[in-house]
């Protein structure tokens, strides 16, 4: 079965400071990955997705995901923080071929610092 | 260019009633998802649906829990004599036919609280 790890439940970081946010997975071939962002009280956005191709995936917002398939790994970064940027992160994994359910992480709550 | 729309945005019951969430696809897309967000937790899918058909159920709760997609009018989840453990955030996603998960845009939920 597949599965979705995000080791850190909160990280705090300065407005300006960079940030990583970690994802691994557990799947037996390369799944299709997906980061969402969930603003309190409201409903998810997709930031960006990869199945296939250049590992450096660019989202929106500023933000971008790197695959390492040896690492089973999916982690997201931002070079440069905003304010805005507070929010809870998850990372999903869905079947190769897309299938149509996606597992998700647990998720990373940011917090960024003024 | 609507999103996924969810009504209601929040919804109150009482131990032992019934809850109706509502979800109705953006324009074009003919499948619909149900996932459920308990507290501190990621979210698990529950349902997948296609015009009057239940494709994927596997993530349903097995008694109280149902799910529908009519031919007109929006996906509707019914839970049944809710309890407190039901107090969740329960999104819906749609995506156009063939793209699966690669495709979906979620709503901005409901949120149930069960007193």
């Known amino acids: 079965a597949q599965s979705v790890t995000q080791p850190d439940i909160h990280i705090t970081v300065s407005e300006g400071a960079s940030l990583e946010l970690r994802c691994n997975y557990s799947y037996g071939a390369t799944p299709y990955l997906f980061w969402y962002v969930q603003s309190p009280g409201q409903g998810l956005q997709l930031l960006l997705k990869?199945?296939?191709?250049?590992?450096l995936v660019q989202g929106i917002k500023g933000f971008e995901a790197e695959f390492k398939r040896s690492q089973s790994s999916f982690n997201l970064r931002k070079p440069s923080v905003h304010w805005s940027d507070a929010a809870e992160y998850f990372c999903?994994?869905?079947?190769?071929?897309?299938?149509?359910?996606?597992?998700f992480g647990t998720g990373t709550q940011l917090k960024v610092e003024l | 260019n609507a999103g996924v729309m969810q009504n209601p945005r929040h919804l109150v019951r009482r131990r032992g009633q019934e809850a109706r969430l509502r979800c109705s696809p953006m324009k074009g897309h003919s499948h619909v998802y149900w996932y459920r967000q308990l507290p501190e937790e990621g979210l698990k899918f529950m349902v997948y649906?296609?015009?009057?058909?239940?494709?994927?159920e596997s993530g349903m709760p097995k008694e109280r829990f149902s799910a529908e997609f009519p031919k007109e009018g929006p996906s509707i989840l019914r839970i049944q004599q809710v309890v407190r453990g039901d107090s969740a955030a329960y999104f819906c996603a749609s995506s156009p036919p063939v793209q699966g998960s690669y495709g979906y845009t979620f709503g901005s939920g409901t949120r149930l609280t069960v007193v």
């Open positions: 999903a994994v869905g079947p190769t071929g897309g299938g149509n359910k996606l597992t």
């Open positions: 649906l296609q015009k009057e058909n239940i494709i994927d």
């Open positions: 990869y199945f296939s191709g250049d590992t």
